[in-house]
Nanobody, 121 residues
């Protein structure tokens, strides 16, 4: 089994910054990709950013220039640095990982529990 633990969410004023972290643990052989999704009330879950084991990065157009995704391979951890936050960034942010597990039957896509980000004055 694999677990994803998220942290770093909270309340911040417009223009402020926040850093999210997500650490994967368990019987992990390797991680093919890790990313962040978000879901605002009444809206569908959407991709925010993703990074692969080869260093390929993709951002949603709405966050380009403001958010930065990075990873620490040794710690099986992905980060999302969020700057110049806007009220429309308010959502529950979910970590996602495509995992190759030591036990092959547990390989697959895993989700974190979600962390609330609220941008408001």
């Amino acid at each position: 089994q694999v677990q994803l633990e998220e942290s770093g969410g909270g309340l911040v004023q417009p223009g402020g910054s926040l850093r999210l972290s997500c650490a994967a643990s368990g019987s992990i052989f390797s991680i093919n990709a890790m990313g962040w999704y978000r879901q605002a009330p009444g809206k569908q879950r959407e991709l925010v950013a993703v990074i692969t084991d080869g260093g390929r990065i993709n951002y949603a157009d709405s966050v380009k220039g403001r958010f930065t995704i990075s990873s620490d391979v040794a710690k099986n951890t992905v980060y999302l640095q969020m700057n110049s936050l806007k009220p429309e960034d308010t959502a529950v942010y979910y970590c996602n990982a495509d995992v190759a597990a030591e036990v092959s039957e547990y390989s697959g896509v895993y989700w974190g529990q979600g962390t609330q980000v609220t941008v408001s004055s």
